[in-house]
């Protein structure tokens, strides 16, 4: 027996961009209701116990890219949400040693002296050449990608515009294509010497993606892990708290949000969007239908094949997003230590966030082995000591420790993962070692969390953090397909608003506020 609700908009999964989507429909005066599969709001950005008295951020980990205008449109702060600042980041290297970057130019530069004086010379200009791209690029986040082929007056006006509002960007257009083309690699060096500098910064390139630094491309990624202006840092009580906080403010305007409702099929009739049906056949009706969960489920499963334009799914087929990404969360009974690190050396206490990749030709391999459906032998690793600075997170004494890292791909060649997960740990647990010996000796518990898990928890096809590789062909007007980049689709009144959208994956609220607002350029043409 199915019951039917009517609502003006129903978004498909509450994860923080379903939420944020929601949450701004509401405040605009919609009915809005949020349906979500699991049993807990949030998709990738939850807090939960993972071992008795240990509470951590499953998936993602890091506050640094939520934006700024959501934060203050929805009054987040408001709600609980309460960023913690991390201002360090250590790198352990070979030999005993470590290099630290950290928000203060000053302390960068004298730690840079040390392996090379000519890097120190040429970072603060190499740090106003990329700040003046990110600058830019921070402003492109709120951006709907406009579609270039479109030749209606509409489109053209749109188009335009753009091009007008950033008609003083000059130089900087070049070389954020620089970076869209160069590799990590040839990016940096054109700065620097020191291979350890060049490391600190390729690391970045290799977070989220399936190949090594030295790909073309993937200069970019150091942008857009770097475009977050919160900086590195945690959110009390987890990320978790960044879905609550957008929930509420959601609730205060009447939002509702259901649980354990997972959707089977977004109905459409008459070549629009009607409403949904829950796999327990209980049937919505909307006005409207925003999906927040990934393209290639919305598009692959939900919504039925004979309403979908065949050149559309053949883009949406052959979108990457098959993950290499792995995460770890460990209740120990001792934090990491570095045999490398040293407070008076580095200029800190204690190092909540460090970064695993001491030279760019270990970045390099760690990716090699994965580029043959393989795991890494030496995987590049995030150590995340969150409840060093967040004690809501684990018992007195002891400490919640998450590991970050890749390469483990969705797939292995000749095996799989029930025979090869704990050989992988331990590579995982090898590489902790080496570098912060006796680590392993200290983990009361763990969760390992590989794409396939990814996948099968979260629903997201190929377990990619971010919905489907950052890349050139996968940026802007070609996420994730063209001619629907503005996150719109084929069928009237259904509505993209996840991380397979401009501007891609990372906890920032940007899909959703993007889709949200275009919702509401569309509303008064779509409740006729």
């Not at 590195?232 to 978790?240: K, V």
């Not at 490398?340 to 695993?356: C, K, L, M, R, T």
């Not at 763990?446 to 099968?456: G, R, S």
Request: glycine content about 8%; aromatic content about 10%.
């Amino acid at each position: 027996m199915s019951m039917t609700t009517q609502y003006d908009a129903i978004i498909v999964g509450a994860g923080h961009n379903g939420l944020t989507c929601g949450a701004y429909l509401a405040k605009a005066g919609l009915k809005t209701l949020v349906l979500e599969r699991r049993h807990v709001i949030g998709g990738a950005a939850v807090t939960e116990e993972f071992s008795p008295g240990f509470r951590a951020s499953i998936f993602s980990y890091i506050m640094g890219h939520v934006n700024p205008k959501v934060i203050a449109d929805l009054e987040l702060e408001k709600f609980g949400l309460e960023h913690m600042k991390v201002e360090d980041v250590i790198y352990p290297l070979y030999d005993n040693d470590c290099i630290v970057f950290t928000s203060n130019l000053e302390r960068n530069l004298q730690q840079i002296a040390r392996f090379s004086k000519k890097d120190a010379e040429a970072y603060p200009e190499f740090f106003n050449y990329m700040s003046n791209s990110i600058r830019v690029m921070r402003n492109w986040l709120l951006e709907t990608p406009v579609d270039p082929a479109d030749r209606s007056w509409r489109k053209f006006k749109e188009t335009a515009g753009m091009i007008w509002r950033y008609r003083k960007i000059g130089d900087e257009l070049y070389r954020i294509y620089d970076a869209m083309t160069m590799s990590a690699y040839e990016y940096v060096s054109q700065w620097f010497e020191s291979d350890v500098v060049k490391a600190v910064l390729c690391y970045w390139a290799t977070i989220g993606c399936n190949v090594g630094p030295k790909s073309p491309g993937t200069a970019f990624n150091i942008l857009f892990h770097l475009v977050g202006e919160n900086g590195m840092g945690f959110c009390r009580g987890g990320m978790g708290m960044i879905s609550q906080s957008l929930a509420d403010s959601g609730r205060r305007h009447g939002m509702e949000i259901k649980t354990d409702s997972p959707v089977n099929e977004i109905l459409v009739e008459n070549g629009r969007a009607a409403g949904v049906i829950t796999e327990d056949g209980r049937e919505y009706r909307g006005k409207l239908v925003s999906c927040n969960v990934s393209a290639s489920l919305t598009f692959g499963k939900l919504v039925r094949r004979e309403h979908l334009p065949e050149s559309f799914m053949r883009e949406i087929k052959q979108f990457r997003n098959k993950g290499s990404a792995f995460k770890i969360n460990l209740a120990v009974d001792q934090a990491p230590q570095y045999k490398g690190f040293d407070p008076v050396v580095a200029g800190v206490d204690y190092p909540a966030y460090a970064h695993i990749g001491p030279t760019t030709e270990y970045l390099e391999r760690a990716a090699d082995d994965a580029k043959y459906g393989w795991y890494s032998a030496k995987p590049f690793i995030s150590p995340i000591v969150p409840s060093m600075i967040d004690d809501s997170l684990a018992p007195e004494g002891k400490h919640v420790v998450t590991l970050y890292g890749g390469h483990a791909p969705c797939e292995l060649k000749g095996a799989n993962w029930d025979d090869e997960r704990d050989n992988f740990v331990r590579n995982v647990m090898d590489v902790m070692d080496e570098f912060a010996p006796g680590f392993s000796s200290s983990i009361i518990d763990m969760q390992v969390l590989l794409p396939p898990d990814i996948e099968h928890i979260l629903g997201i096809p190929g377990g990619h953090e971010l919905h489907g590789e950052v890349a050139l062909d996968q940026l802007f007007f070609m996420r994730p397909a063209s001619k629907y980049a503005d996150y719109r689709s084929p069928v009237r009144g259904l509505y993209q608003c996840g991380a397979s959208t401009h501007p891609g994956g990372a906890v920032s609220a940007v899909p959703g506020h993007n889709a949200a607002r275009e919702i509401l350029k569309d509303w008064k043409e779509i409740r006729k």
